[in-house]
């Protein structure tokens, strides 16, 4: 029995670390309005956290934050922030 409750008790400790960094996510509409054009990336990540992927092509960055239902785009050239989306944050 006892360690049914370890196992249980190990499931339940998963799934509270994953709810709280979902919780976690600086991924908002507060914290996109802090993005402004001419940004550093290092600023952009301290805003809202680091990038799920980044690309870069001749020069430019495309990084975005979130997943496909969610989520800010940022496009830097220079490191510095050039243009900038949000899709259903809140």
Do not use: Q
């Not at 993005?35 to 990038?51: C, R």
């Amino acid at each position: 029995m006892s360690s049914n409750l370890t196992a249980l008790s190990r499931i339940a400790l998963v799934a509270c670390a994953g709810l709280a960094m979902a919780a976690c996510s600086k991924v908002t509409a507060e914290n996109y309005a802090k993005i402004k054009v001419g940004m550093d990336y290092k600023d952009v990540a301290a805003a809202i956290g680091n990038p799920a992927n980044c690309s870069e092509t001749a020069g430019f960055k495309v990084c975005k934050w979130g997943d496909e239902k969610s989520g800010v785009t940022v496009r830097f050239a220079a490191d510095k922030v050039v243009i900038h989306s949000a899709d259903n944050i809140k």
